[in-house]
C-alpha cells in the first residue's frame, strides 16, 4: 500500500514549517531532504547512533525513530538553531576550544544532547554528561574531550588551552575547519543532493560464496517506471576491478557470475530514490547457486580447500618474512631450521578477530558527468588513488576524472578502499545524469573492509639476565575475498612483530590467506595492533620466568638510538620507548603494589594492571610515498595552502596550517586552506599510515620555507628577517635593513597568486630484500600505555579503570589533537580487547556490533614524549595509528595479572575470561 502525502505543520527553530510527508516518513528524512537541514546526520537509522538527535519539545529524541505524522504540533530544534547568526553558543565554543569534534559527524547529536542536559542540569557531575549523552556515539574521540567541553560550559572551568599568540607549532590551537562541524554546516559524503540526481542502490549477494545468474530484467522496468537502468558487469566501460596495489586489481566494481562473500556487488538498480529503495531483492531475477563457503583460517589452508580465486593456489594471497640473524638461514619455502634461543623460552598462541570500523558516517557521495569528464564527491582518505581506480573503471585518462572529497566522518583505513565511486561513476558517465549513492549501516557494514582477524604462534627467549636473544613468530591472517591491503598487512607485520625491542635473532613470517569473508582491510595499523597482543604476551611471560618485573623487563630490552632492528636498520635518531616506560614507571609501581594489597584481600573482584608497548613505522613499506604541497600569497597577503592531504578528522588540516604559518613566518590567520580537490592540489598521498603530519607536514614546510626564501630575496633580507603582513603589502625586516613589497605591483598566476611555494618531501627508505633485510621506515613512532582493569571472577566481566599513555611523537605540533588522538585510539583498542567481533550476517549494525560508549572509558592521562626527527617537521612524527596499538596489549596483560592466567583471544569477552578462569581452575588451561 503507498500511503499519501499530507501537510504535517510543526515548528523548526523557532519558524514554523509545513511540509508534504507521509505520515511514515522519517523525521530525519524531512529535516535534511525536505528542509534542507542536513546538519542532523544518519549513521544508522535503527535508533543505535544517536548522530540524528534532535530537541523535540525540549527533550531529546532520534529523528530517525520519529515519523513525520508525530511531529505535527511540535517545537523541533536542531543543530542549526543553535547558534545566532556568527555567533557560537558557549557551549560550541567549549567544543571548539577543547577540540571536542575531530571529524565531526557526531557532534549536531552530541551537540543537542548536551543541550537538553545543561537547561535541565546547568551544574552536573561528570558521571551525569556520560549518562545524559550516552546515546551518542562517537568513535573518533574517546569522549574525553567532549565531556570536559561540558563541564567547561557548565563550570567555566576553561583553562584557556586554545590560542594563537606566538609561534603556531606547539600551541594547541583550534582547528581551522571546526566551526562548520559544530554549527552543521560542513558536508558530508550524505548531505549534498544534486538537481537531478537519480539514486542508485547495489544488490548484494546473501551468500559467502555462490554462482549466479541474472535473468530478464524487462518485467522490473515495467512493474517499476521509477527504475532508470539495471547496472550487471557488462556494463562497465573499462577495468571490473580494483584494488590497492597496482598488480591486484581483483575486487570487481560488480561481480561477473560469482560471488566471493556475503556482500559482493552483484547489480545495482539506478532511478528515483523512492523506487529503487521499494524494489526488494527477491524480485530480482537473479538465480544463486550457493556452494559451501570458505570460512576461517583452517579450512582456507586445508588441502582440499576450494579456491576462492585461482591466481592464488592454496588460498595464500602472499608471504611477509624477516629473517635475521640465524647462523643457518634457511631457503625461502624449506622446512626451518630451528633457531638459535636462550635458556629461557616462551610460547602461545593468539587469536584475533573481524573489527569493524564503525565510522558513523557510512559511505556516500555523487558522481556527474561534464562533457567528456567525470566528478566523484564522496568522503574518501586518497583522492589521487580514487582518480588512478575510476579511469581504469571508466576506461579514460587520470586527467578526466575530478575528486572531490566532502568532510570524512570517519575512516581509520576503512576509508581507502573505494566504496560507492567506481559504481557511481559508471552509471553517471552512462546516463550522463547525476547520480547518488548512500550506503545504509548494514550495507556499510556487511561490505566493507575490516581488520584483519589473525592466528599469531609467538615464541621467543632471554637468557638468565633477561636479555632477549630470540623471537620467532607465525602470522597468518585472514584477508577476506579480495587482497585490499592484505599484502601490507603481510609485509608490516615481520617488521613490527618483536615490538619496540632489541633482538638478535629474528624470524617471523606472515600471510595473507584468501576466504569467503569480507575482505580485511586497512584499519588504524595494518596488523600491528594485532601482533603487538603477541609480542607484549611474550614480553611478559619472560618477565615472569626470569622473576623481573614486567616494565624493567622491557625496559632492558627496549631499542635505542644506535640499534638494529630485526631488519637490520640502525635507529639513528627519535627513539623514544625507553623515555616513555620511564615515564610510566612511577604510576607502575604505585598501581600494581595498590592492586596486590587489594587481590589479597578480595576473592571475587580483582584488580589488575598491565603493560603496552609499541613502534610503528610512519609511512609506506619500502616504497616511494612523497608529498607534494603547494602555497600561494595573493595580493591582499592571504596565503592559501593547497593540500592534497585529507583530514578524516585527526586534524591534518590544522596542522599543516600550523607548519606553514611558521614555515613563512605569518599569523595563522593569514594561511586559509583549499584541499583535497585534485584539479586544485598535488598529490600528497593517502591518509594512512601515520604519515601525513610527517610527511605532508615536512612538504609543507618546504613549501613554506620556498615562498619565504622569495619574500627575503624581493626584500634583500637576512634568512632570520621578520615578515609582516598590512593590507596588499608585506613589510620585511632585519637587523640591517627594512623593505616594504607592495603585492600589487607582482604579477598574479592563474590562481590569482603572486608569490608561490612548492615542497616534496618523500622519506628515505629502502627495500628489503629475501630476508627481509634493509630499511622500510625513515622514522617510527613509540608508544607504552599502562591498564588498570577491575575483573569480576564470577562474572568475567571486566571494567577498564585507568589508562596512563605515554607517546613519543616526536614534536607534537598540536598538543590538544596530540591528546584527541590518543584519547580515540585508547577507545579503539579498548573495543578491541575487550568486545568488538564482527561476525558476517551477525553483527551488521551498531545494536549487536558494541562500541566503546561514554560509560566504558576509563580515566586516561597522556605524557607526550618529544623526541625530536630530523626529517619531521620541526620534528614531528605520527600518532594517529600508534595511539591504538598498545591498548590492548596493556589491558590484556592487567586481566592476567588480575584474574592469573592469560587470555589467548580477543575479544576479551565474559564468557572467554570467565572459561580462561575456569580452566585454570581445573589445571587445563595453557599457563
Ligand atoms: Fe538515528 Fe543512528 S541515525 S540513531
Ligand atoms: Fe565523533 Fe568523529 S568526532 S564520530
Redesign the pocket.
Known amino acids: 500500500m503507498t500511503l499519501a502525502l499530507e501537510p504535517i505543520t510543526f515548528s523548526v527553530n523557532g519558524e514554523s514549517v509545513t511540509v508534504l510527508a507521509k505520515p511514515v516518513t522519517r523525521l ?1 528524512d524531512v529535516l535534511r531532504d525536505s528542509l534542507g537541514l542536513t546538519g542532523t ?13 534532535i530537541l523535540m519539545d525540549g527533550a531529546q529524541v ?4 520519529i515519523p513525520a505524522a508525530q511531529a505535527a504540533g511540535s517545537n523541533i530544534e536542531t543543530i542549526e538553531g543553535l547558534a545566532t547568526g556568527e555567533e557560537l553558543t558557549f557551549l560550541q565554543s567549549a567544543f571548539h576550544r577543547h577540540g571536542a569534534a575531530q571529524c565531526g559527524i557526531c557532534s549536531p547529536g552530541m551537540l543537542m544532547a548536551a543541550t537538553d542536559l545543561l537547561r535541565q542540569n546547568s551544574r552536573p557531575t561528570r558521571r551525569e554528561v556520560e549518562d545524559a549523552m550516552g546515546g551518542v556515539l562517537c568513535r573518533c574521540t574517546g569522549y574525553v574531550k567532549i565531556v570536559d567541553a561540558v563541564m567547561d560550559a557548565a563550570y567555566g572551568t576553561d583553562t584557556g588551552a586554545v590560542g594563537q599568540s606566538g609561534m603556531a607549532v606547539g600551541a594547541s590551537l583550534a582547528k581551522v575547519d571546526g566551526i562548520e562541524k559544530l554549527t552543521g554546516a560542513e558536508k558530508f559524503g550524505a548531505d549534498v543532493i544534486p538537481e537531478g540526481a537519480l539514486a542508485l542502490r547495489i544488490v548484494r549477494s546473501p551468500f559467502a560464496s555462490a554462482s549466479f545468474s541474472v535473468s530478464d530484467l524487462r518485467p522490473l522496468f515495467k512493474k517499476y517506471p521509477g527504475l532508470v537502468r539495471v547496472l550487471s558487469a557488462v556494463d562497465i566501460p573499462g577495468r571490473n576491478g580494483y584494488g590497492i596495489y597496482p598488480e591486484i586489481k581483483d575486487q570487481p566494481v560488480l561481480a561477473r557470475n560469482v560471488a566471493r562473500y556475503r556482500g559482493d556487488a552483484i547489480l545495482a538498480l539506478v532511478g528515483d530514490a523512492e523506487t529503487i529503495r521499494i524494489i526488494a531483492d527477491d524480485e530480482l531475477p537473479v538465480t544463486y547457486y550457493p556452494a559451501d563457503p570458505v570460512i576461517g583460517l583452517d579450512a582456507a589452508l586445508h588441502k582440499n580447500a576450494a579456491t576462492i580465486q585461482k591466481a592464488y593456489e592454496g588460498n595464500i594471497l602472499t608471504r611477509g618474512y624477516v629473517c635475521k640473524g640465524k647462523e643457518d638461514p634457511n631457503e625461502r619455502g624449506e622446512k626451518p631450521k630451528p633457531i638459535d634461543e636462550g635458556p629461557i623460552v616462551a610460547e602461545a598462541t593468539w587469536q584475533t578477530s573481524f573489527v569493524e570500523h564503525a565510522y558513523i558516517e557510512p559511505e556516500a557521495g555523487f558522481a556527474r558527468r561534464v562533457g567528456d569528464r567525470i566528478e566523484i564527491t564522496a568522503a574518501t582518505q586518497a583522492p589521487y588513488m580514487d582518480r588512478e581506480e575510476i579511469a581504469a573503471v571508466l576506461d579514460v585518462e587520470p586527467a578526466q576524472v575530478r575528486i572531490i572529497p566532502t568532510a570524512c566522518g570517519g575512516g581509520f583505513g576503512g576509508k581507502l578502499d573505494v566504496s560507492v565511486q567506481p559504481i557511481i561513476a559508471v552509471a553517471a558517465w552512462l546516463l550522463d545524469q547525476p547520480v547518488r549513492c548512500v550506503y545504509t ?1 548494514p550495507e556499510s557494514m556487511a561490505a566493507t573492509t575490516k581488520r584483519h582477524p589473525a592466528r599469531l604462534q609467538a615464541r621467543a627467549s632471554c637468557d638468565e639476565q633477561g636479555l632477549l636473544t630470540s623471537y620467532e613468530l607465525q602470522g597468518d591472517f585472514i584477508t577476506g575475498a579480495y587482497a585490499s591491503w592484505g599484502p601490507t598487512v603481510a609485509d608490516r607485520v615481520p617488521i613490527h612483530a618483536t615490538g619496540p625491542y632489541r633482538v638478535p635473532v629474528v624470524e617471523v613470517e606472515s600471510t595473507a590467506v584468501l576466504t569467503n569473508e569480507p575482505p580485511a582491510g586497512a584499519f588504524r595499523g595494518f596488523g600491528v595492533p594485532q601482533c603487538a597482543i603477541a609480542h607484549e604476551g611474550i614480553m611478559d611471560m619472560l618477565a615472569e620466568k626470569t622473576r623481573i618485573d614486567p616494565l624493567e623487563f622491557r625496559l632492558l630490552n627496549a631499542i635505542r638510538v644506535g640499534d638494529e632492528t630485526a631488519t637490520g636498520q640502525v635507529l639513528d635518531a627519535s627513539v623514544g620507548i625507553d623515555k616513555c616506560l620511564e615515564a610510566l614507571r612511577p604510576y607502575w609501581s604505585k598501581a600494581r603494589g595498590q592492586a596486590d594489597m587489594f587481590n589479597e584481600r578480595s576473592r571475587r573482584r580483582r584488580l589488575g594492571v598491565g603493560l603496552g608497548c609499541m613502534w610503528y613505522g610512519c609511512g609506506n613499506t619500502s616504497i616511494s610515498n612523497p608529498s607534494t604541497i603547494r602555497v600561494g600569497m595573493d595580493a591582499t597577503g592571504m596565503v592559501t595552502l593547497y593540500s592534497g592531504a585529507v583530514d578524516i578528522g585527526q586534524g591534518v588540516s590544522t596542522i599543516l596550517t600550523q607548519i606553514c604559518a611558521d614555515a613563512i613566518g605569518v599569523p595563522v590567520t593569514s594561511i586559509r586552506l583549499v584541499t583535497g580537490d585534485t584539479d586544485l592540489t598535488a598529490d600528497a598521498g593517502k591518509t594512512s599510515a601515520s604519515r601525513q603530519t610527517f610527511i605532508s607536514g615536512r612538504a609543507t614546510q618546504l613549501a613554506a620555507e620556498d615562498m619565504r626564501a622569495k619574500i627575503l630575496r624581493l626584500a634583500n633580507v637576512g634568512p632570520h628577517g621578520l615578515i609582516e603582513v598590512e593590507p596588499d603589502a608585506l613589510f620585511v625586516r632585519d637587523v640591517h635593513s627594512q623593505r616594504r613589497i607592495e603585492l600589487n605591483t607582482l604579477s598574479p598566476d592563474e590562481q590569482g597568486n603572486v608569490l608561490t611555494g612548492e615542497g616534496t618531501f618523500d622519506p628515505p627508505t629502502t627495500p628489503l630484500d629475501d630476508d627481509g633485510q634493509g630499511s622500510p621506515y625513515a622514522t617510527y613512532a613509540f608508544a607504552a600505555q599502562m591498564a588498570e582493569i577491575e575483573a569480576d571472577l564470577d562474572l568475567g566481566t571486566v571494567k577498564v579503570r585507568r589508562v596512563v599513555a605515554a607517546h613519543d611523537v616526536g614534536r607534537a605540533i598540536n598538543p590538544i589533537q596530540v591528546e584527541g588522538q590518543i584519547h580515540g585510539g585508547i577507545a579503539q583498542g579498548l573495543g578491541m580487547a575487550l568486545m568488538e567481533e564482527y561476525v558476517p550476517g551477525r553483527s551488521e549494525n ?1 545494536h549487536d556490533y558494541l562500541i566503546p560508549t561514554f560509560g566504558d572509558m576509563p580515566d586516561i592521562e597522556i605524557m607526550i614524549i618529544e623526541e625530536h626527527e630530523p626529517l619531521g617537521p620541526f620534528g614531528a612524527k605520527g600518532i594517529g595509528e600508534p595511539a591504538l596499538i598498545p591498548t590492548a596489549p596493556a589491558i590484556l596483560g592487567a586481566i592476567s595479572h588480575a584474574i592469573g592466567t592469560r587470555i589467548y583471544q580477543v575479544p576479551a569477552t565474559p564468557d572467554r575470561v570467565r572459561a580462561a578462569i575456569l580452566a585454570a581452575r581445573t589445571g587445563s588451561g595453557r599457563d
Open positions: 530525519t546526520k544518519v549513521g544508522c537509522e535503527a535508533g543505535d547512533c544517536g548522530s540524528c538527535t532520534c529523528a530517525c525513530m549501516r551498531l
